[in-house]
């Protein structure tokens, strides 16, 4: 059964996924599912599926996502994934050995370019009822992209607004994972917001590229 679903996650990373942040995100909900079912396995798939995206840790800085630091030579996310695949299966020395492997493992994906060195994620626990924000510089005729993944316990609400304050992305319906994503014209800032639209505080994950 494990293998099916790992098989069916591949499918559907070949099938949706046109970027790192699709990659990424489908990575980090994967492993959110093998915490809930105890799969070592599916969270070492999780770990692959992270580390081919190229996805860093970021911070915000002055108003902006930014990337906490250069680009390393081994993804702190990835081993992070790793370790609980091997503590889901204490003794298990195909676990251990896979997991070591991926915690060595140099980052794939996007190194350069005009976005940066691949996509950045930045978590935050976000009490009921705030939001946070922040600007992002686009460059122009280029596919923007900003996401959210939520732990379900609220539903969050994502936005992006242009310089005049115009709406370019309202997500507000898909709940847990909310996704804006668009194609500037011209060079331009955009304003990002993301909100916790529930009664409880929720931890979020927010992704952009």
Not at 25 to 31: D, M, P, V
Request: proline letters at 6%.
């Amino acid at each position: 059964m494990p293998r099916l679903r790992i098989l069916a996650a591949l499918l559907l990373i070949g099938a949706a996924a046109p970027s790192p942040i699709d990659d990424a995100a489908l990575g980090l909900r994967l492993a959110d599912y093998a915490r809930r079912t105890g799969d070592a396995r599916t969270m070492l798939t999780a770990a692959r599926i992270v580390a081919a995206s190229g996805l860093r840790e970021g911070e915000m800085r002055g108003g902006q996502l930014v990337a906490v630091a250069g680009l390393p030579d081994r993804s702190p996310i990835v081993a992070a994934l790793a370790e609980e695949a091997k503590l889901m299966a204490p003794g298990d020395a195909v676990v251990a050995a896979d997991a070591a492997a991926l915690a060595q493992a140099r980052p794939k994906g996007i190194i350069g370019g005009s976005w940066g060195s691949g996509p950045l994620q930045f978590r935050r626990l976000l009490p009921a009822g705030e939001r946070i924000g922040w600007t992002v510089q686009t460059r122009g005729a280029e596919l923007a992209l900003v996401s959210a993944i939520g732990d379900g316990d609220a539903d969050l609400h994502l936005s992006v607004a242009d310089g005049r304050g115009r709406t370019v992305c309202d997500d507000r319906r898909s709940a847990y994972y909310p996704l804006c994503r668009w194609s500037p014209a011209r060079a331009a800032a955009y304003r990002v917001a993301l909100g916790n639209a529930g009664k409880v505080p929720t931890q979020v994950v927010v992704l952009s590229n």
